[in-house]
């Protein structure tokens, strides 16, 4: 499982949106924590070992 945290400007945008539409981007998003290997691929030049 993979944690997803999400930043202020990306709350604030989610509570822009229309709620069906908001909870569709939610719901993907709950998606790829539980599947992540399926639903996305890894960022080529990312070092999550120094994200922080």
């Known amino acids: 499982m993979t944690d997803v ?3 202020e ?3 604030e ?3 822009s949106l229309d709620p069906p ?3 569709r981007i939610l ?3 709950d998606e790829a924590t539980e599947w992540t290997e ?3 691929e890894p960022l080529s030049g990312y ?3 120094n994200s922080g």
């Open 21 to 23: 539409i908001a909870g």
């Open 13 to 15: 945008h989610l509570e």
């Open 9 to 11: 400007k990306a709350v």
């Open 27 to 29: 719901n993907k998003v």
């Open 5 to 7: 945290e999400y930043t």
């Open 47 to 49: 070092d999550s070992t």
């Open 38 to 40: 399926h639903r996305l």
